[in-house]
């Protein structure tokens, strides 16, 4: 301890100090924080919806209606439930710029998470709908892989390709690519349908089954997907695989016969 | 001499022998307008005459060779050391699996710098000069012929295929009869599909069987805007005879709004909004079911044919032919969803006898 206090001068003794300070009040507060949220749960909740409604009256109401109903420019909200509120504006998809053009695209998220749960509260409040699923109905434990890829070409790879890469659909509307979406947006986008994307509601597509479709994209089509023959060229299928073939294959097949028919350097004439 | 016929003189060791393998063969006359003017004079490259230049192709050569084998060590090297499942990451290829890698790259290595060396020896150091090989006359002979013709005359007498009639009529009619077996394998090409097309597994009161968790579906699992797939009760995927029978029963369920169904029999066949059409395209029959919930449209991906479920899948774009075929349902008394029959017309594809 003599060493210590005999750098209580040391001019980053005030740092480290502050430092200690900052850890133990963070630390503190993260203990005992919960503990007072949970009694007052009732209360934040109606307070999320008294937030939420704010955000939605700024950002929202223009095109959605001021109670959510919907008009010309929006659908109605009543009934779509937390998660497809989740979905929409945690992707970015929502607040969509216009409502013309073929669908709106994913985007830059403006809402932070905390903002995006006030927004999905008060929709809730609108009319019972699914909810944001939990970590333990998208997590990879207990998922079946393989059952998760039997699950895919049945029900999502006619619009979305075999492995996830998404393709085209009618009138410049497209199936996206799935590569590292978040697990829980793609639950999310099952349950609820967003745009023209149908629905697969637990009834019909069991939340085992959801959470097989999410193991297996992330199993072939995420940034630790190993492909084991490398250069997948897109995923998509023959078309880019035979236009490689057919430039790079046959360009280096027609430089190799150039180099051997060559004629080779003469010595010069003197 | 003219370039349509190739006497005998014209073959290289004649030819050489008098007017040697260079310089012009024929000049231009009154009977050949086309002068010949034979190969160009050879022109020596810089090993054939730099022997330093020559040693230096040399060393080349060798060490291309040297490269191949040094490749098919490192080939045997990372079969042995890499371990099967070992993955790395390569720019611009992404995750792969380092063994497959280190095979390929070694293994086309040790090809190519074989490919490469021989052919960089042929273009330096091997001879280069220009040799002309005239075509031979194709005929052969007469005295050749001639002793064909006698052999072949010997051979037929001594077979005594003129005489032994027994022979020669039975070989005919082996000879004859072989070809047959053939002809009879043909029958594999039927029988006529007879009255297969038209007719699927579904049938009245057989139940609705959700394909993701193989139980029947009530009404209420089917929210508005779901996509759902079902095979007929008791169609199972380990049966035999699974892929030839879902490849006619595959159905796709749909709910919409009773008010948006436009065509009058597809509201009548429908369940509170429930319809259910076949998922083979009437074109050529892919599995269809790119389906958009908000405009009701089903998008075949092979040829972009589409359907439009609110109004009796009617063809609205693309080159089908027909409807995809409805099938009637209902609810049974246990509260699931069953088919009140066959589908009317058959499913698929068009073909010679549909009508």
Same mark, same amino acid.
């Given at each position: 301890?003599?060493?210590?206090?005999?750098?209580?001068?040391?001019?980053?003794?005030?740092?480290?100090?502050?430092?200690?300070?900052?850890?133990?009040?963070?630390?503190?507060?993260?203990?005992?924080?919960?503990?007072?949220?949970?009694?007052?749960?009732?209360?934040?909740?109606?307070?999320?919806?008294?937030?939420?409604?704010?955000?939605?009256?700024?950002?929202?109401?223009?095109?959605?209606?001021?109670?959510?109903?919907?008009?010309?420019?929006?659908?109605?909200?009543?009934?779509?439930?937390?998660?497809?509120?989740?979905?929409?504006?945690?992707?970015?998809?929502?607040?969509?710029?216009?409502?013309?053009?073929?669908?709106?695209?994913?985007?830059?998220?403006?809402?932070?998470?905390?903002?995006?749960?006030? +927004?999905? #509260?008060? *929709?809730?409040? =609108? &009319? %019972?709908?699914?909810? /944001?699923?939990?970590?333990?109905?998208?997590?990879?434990?207990?998922?079946?892989?393989?059952?998760?890829?039997?699950?895919?070409?049945?029900?999502?790879?006619?619009?979305?390709?075999?492995?996830?890469?998404?393709?085209?659909?009618?009138?410049?509307?497209?199936?996206?690519?799935?590569?590292?979406?978040?697990?829980?947006?793609?639950?999310?986008?099952?349950?609820?349908?967003?745009?023209?994307?149908?629905?697969?509601?637990?009834?019909?597509?069991?939340?085992?089954?959801?959470?097989?479709?999410?193991?297996?994209?992330?199993?072939?089509?995420?940034?630790?997907?190993?492909?084991?023959?490398?250069?997948?060229?897109?995923?998509?299928?023959?078309?880019?695989?035979? +236009?490689? #073939?057919? *430039?790079?294959? =046959? &360009? %280096?097949?027609?430089? /190799?016969?150039?180099?051997?028919?060559?004629?080779?350097?003469?010595?010069?004439?003197? | 001499?003219?370039?349509?016929?190739?006497?005998?003189?014209?073959?290289?060791?004649?030819?050489?022998?008098?007017?040697?393998?260079?310089?012009?063969?024929?000049?231009?006359?009154?009977?050949?307008?086309?002068?010949?003017?034979?190969?160009?004079?050879?022109?020596?490259?810089?090993?054939?005459?730099?022997?330093?230049?020559?040693?230096?192709?040399?060393?080349?050569?060798?060490?291309?060779?040297?490269?191949?084998?040094?490749?098919?060590?490192?080939?045997?090297?990372?079969?042995?050391?890499?371990?099967?499942?070992?993955?790395?990451?390569?720019?611009?290829?992404?995750?792969?699996?380092?063994?497959?890698?280190?095979?390929?790259?070694?293994?086309?290595?040790?090809?190519?710098?074989?490919?490469?060396?021989?052919?960089?020896?042929?273009?330096?150091?091997?001879?280069?000069?220009?040799?002309?090989?005239?075509?031979?006359?194709?005929?052969?002979?007469?005295?050749?012929?001639?002793?064909?013709?006698?052999?072949?005359?010997?051979?037929?007498?001594?077979?005594?295929?003129?005489?032994?009639?027994?022979?020669?009529?039975?070989?005919?009619?082996?000879?004859?009869?072989?070809?047959?077996?053939?002809?009879?394998?043909?029958?594999?090409?039927?029988?006529?599909?007879?009255?297969?097309?038209?007719?699927?597994?579904?049938?009245?009161?057989?139940?609705?069987?959700?394909?993701?968790?193989?139980?029947?579906?009530?009404?209420?699992?089917?929210?508005?805007?779901?996509?759902?797939?079902?095979?007929?009760?008791?169609?199972?995927?380990?049966?035999?005879?699974?892929?030839?029978?879902?490849?006619?029963?595959?159905?796709?369920?749909?709910?919409?709004?009773?008010?948006?169904?436009?065509?009058?029999?597809?509201?009548?066949?429908?369940?509170?909004?429930?319809?259910?059409?076949?998922?083979?395209?009437?074109?050529?029959?892919?599995?269809?079911?790119?389906?958009?919930?908000?405009?009701?449209?089903?998008?075949?991906?092979?040829?972009?044919?589409?359907?439009?479920?609110?109004?009796?899948?009617?063809?609205?774009?693309?080159?089908?032919?027909?409807?995809?075929?409805?099938?009637?349902?209902?609810?049974?008394?246990?509260?699931?969803?069953?088919?009140?029959?066959?589908?009317?017309?058959?499913?698929?594809?068009?073909?010679?006898?549909?009508?």
């Amino acid at each position: 301890m003599k060493k210590l206090s005999a750098r209580r001068r040391h001019p980053l003794a005030a740092l480290v100090v502050l430092l200690l300070a900052l850890a133990c009040t963070g630390g503190l507060y993260a203990a005992f924080a919960p503990a007072s949220k949970a009694q007052a749960d009732e209360t934040a909740q109606s307070l999320a919806i008294e937030e939420g409604k704010k955000l939605y009256a700024v950002g929202c109401a223009s095109c959605h209606g001021t109670g959510g109903q919907g008009s010309s420019d929006g659908p109605s909200l009543v009934g779509v439930g937390a998660a497809a509120v989740d979905f929409q504006v945690g992707t970015g998809r929502m607040p969509a710029a216009t409502s013309q053009g073929a669908q709106v695209p994913k985007k830059k998220v403006i809402y932070t998470q905390a903002q995006i749960d006030q +927004l999905a #509260a008060y *929709i809730a409040s =609108l &009319g %019972a709908g699914p909810t /944001v699923p939990t970590e333990a109905e998208y997590g990879p434990e207990g998922a079946d892989i393989a059952k998760g890829g039997d699950l895919f070409r049945t029900n999502c790879a006619q619009c979305h390709n075999f492995t996830g890469k998404g393709g085209a659909l009618t009138n410049g509307k497209y199936a996206p690519d799935l590569e590292d979406v978040d697990p829980k947006h793609i639950y999310e986008a099952m349950q609820t349908g967003p745009q023209n994307m149908p629905s697969f509601p637990d009834t019909t597509l069991s939340e085992q089954n959801k959470k097989d479709i999410i193991a297996y994209l992330h199993a072939v089509n995420s940034d630790e997907t190993v492909n084991p023959g490398g250069l997948e060229l897109g995923g998509l299928g023959p078309v880019s695989e035979g +236009l490689f #073939a057919w *430039i790079f294959g =046959l &360009g %280096a097949l027609i430089a /190799v016969a150039v180099w051997v028919a060559a004629r080779t350097a003469k010595a010069k004439k003197s | 001499m003219s370039s349509q016929d190739i006497p005998e003189e014209n073959v290289p060791a004649e030819r050489d022998a008098h007017e040697g393998a260079h310089g012009a063969v024929s000049v231009a006359d009154e009977k050949n307008p086309f002068a010949d003017p034979g190969l160009p004079p050879h022109e020596h490259r810089i090993q054939d005459i730099d022997e330093r230049a020559a040693k230096r192709s040399e060393r080349a050569v060798a060490f291309l060779f040297t490269v191949s084998m040094l490749a098919t060590v490192g080939f045997i090297a990372s079969y042995v050391t890499i371990p099967a499942d070992r993955s790395i990451f390569v720019f611009p290829i992404g995750h792969l699996s380092a063994l497959n890698f280190a095979l390929g790259l070694t293994l086309g290595t040790a090809l190519f710098t074989i490919g490469a060396g021989a052919v960089h020896w042929a273009r330096t150091l091997m001879s280069d000069v220009e040799v002309a090989d005239d075509r031979h006359p194709i005929a052969a002979p007469p005295e050749v012929r001639a002793k064909v013709h006698a052999d072949f005359k010997a051979g037929a007498t001594e077979s005594a295929i003129g005489r032994r009639k027994l022979i020669r009529n039975t070989m005919f009619g082996a000879l004859t009869l072989v070809p047959l077996s053939g002809v009879v394998l043909l029958r594999d090409l039927g029988p006529l599909p007879e009255d297969k097309l038209r007719h699927t597994l579904w049938a009245k009161g057989k139940l609705l069987v959700n394909m993701n968790t193989d139980e029947p579906l009530r009404p209420s699992d089917v929210a508005v805007g779901s996509l759902t797939f079902c095979k007929p009760e008791g169609l199972e995927e380990h049966d035999e005879d699974f892929q030839n029978e879902i490849a006619k029963a595959a159905l796709m369920i749909v709910r919409l709004q009773p008010d948006d169904i436009k065509d009058k029999q597809e509201l009548e066949w429908s369940h509170e909004g429930i319809v259910a059409y076949s998922k083979i395209c009437t074109h050529v029959g892919c599995p269809i079911s790119l389906y958009e919930q908000q405009t009701h449209h089903v998008l075949c991906p092979c040829h972009q044919s589409t359907f439009d479920l609110s109004d009796g899948a009617k063809v609205i774009f693309g080159p089908a032919g027909h409807a995809l075929p409805q099938l009637r349902i209902g609810v049974n008394d246990e509260g699931y969803l069953e088919a009140l029959g066959d589908f009317e017309e058959p499913v698929g594809p068009a073909f010679w006898e549909r009508g």
